[in-house]
């Protein structure tokens, strides 16, 4: 699956998109424990304040679910255009 | 229609390129938003502004079709810039277009309101010593 960052969420990922694969990996929530393990500054975002959006194929969603290979998941803060 | 682009726009020249394939639009609203020089005290010298430049155009072709069918809206134009702008650049423009002001001013305001909210945009702000993401 594809994983994308914006705003300052790259800084703390230091990649703006990223592959992963990997079995454990089912749903929203496997993935937040994934991305934590990995980069564990997300964790206070993700896990603790849930200030985090997600997005999934470029939809909004705040449930927990089940993802595929072919998904592409946004993380990304509180919107500020206009 | 939606374009998420770097360059500025001309607003007569977007509107009229709209109005003039239509003959029984009466009402064009629009809305222009500004990088302006100050936000929370702080001196603005320049901003730096991000998209999901594919789901801003999913997002804000939907919400411009449920305004065209709620408002009866003849057409609908949202030009949102990206990258860096500097203080009096435009960042957005949001025009309406209807047979009646009514329509082409409540679908205005609440496609102005989605994108605040809603669309994936995010500026980054650069002061004279520092700089912040809002």
């Known amino acids: 699956?594809?994983?994308?960052?914006?705003?300052?969420?790259?800084?703390?990922?230091?990649?703006?998109?990223?592959?992963?694969?990997?079995?454990n990996i089912v749903d929203i929530e496997s993935l937040k424990i994934y991305l934590c393990k990995k980069y564990p500054k997300l964790e206070n975002h993700i896990l603790k304040d849930q200030i985090i959006r997600i997005s999934v194929n470029l939809e909004y969603t705040s449930d927990n679910i089940i993802l595929t290979n072919k998904d592409e998941i946004a993380f990304f803060p509180p919107v500020s255009g206009g | 229609m939606i374009k998420i682009q770097k360059e500025d726009f001309n607003l007569e020249n977007e509107v009229n390129l709209i109005k003039s394939k239509y003959t029984h639009i009466g009402a064009v609203s629009t809305f222009i938003g500004y990088v302006r020089d100050v936000n929370t005290n702080k001196k603005v010298i320049s901003i730096n502004l991000e998209v999901y430049e594919e789901m801003a155009i999913k997002s804000l072709s939907s919400i411009?079709?449920?305004?065209?069918?709620?408002?009866?809206?003849?057409?609908?134009?949202?030009?949102?810039?990206?990258?860096?702008?500097?203080?009096?650049?435009?960042?957005?423009?949001?025009?309406t277009?209807?047979?009646?002001?009514?329509?082409?001013?409540?679908?205005?305001?609440?496609?102005?309101?989605?994108?605040?909210?809603?669309?994936?945009?995010?500026?980054?702000?650069?002061?004279?010593?520092?700089?912040?993401?809002?």
Request: with cysteine.
């Open chain 2, 64 to 95: 411009c079709e449920q305004s065209k069918k709620k408002w009866n809206l003849i057409d609908s134009l949202v030009i949102h810039r990206f990258g860096s702008l500097s203080v009096n650049d435009k960042i957005v423009l949001v025009a």
């Open chain 1, 1 to 23: 699956m594809k994983i994308k960052y914006f705003a300052w969420i790259k800084n703390i990922t230091n990649t703006d998109s990223e592959e992963i694969s990997n079995k």
């Open chain 2, 97 to 134: 277009f209807a047979m009646h002001r009514e329509n082409s001013i409540n679908a205005c305001s609440y496609i102005v309101d989605y994108l605040k909210k809603d669309a994936p945009f995010w500026k980054k702000e650069f002061y004279e010593k520092d700089s912040a993401w809002l």
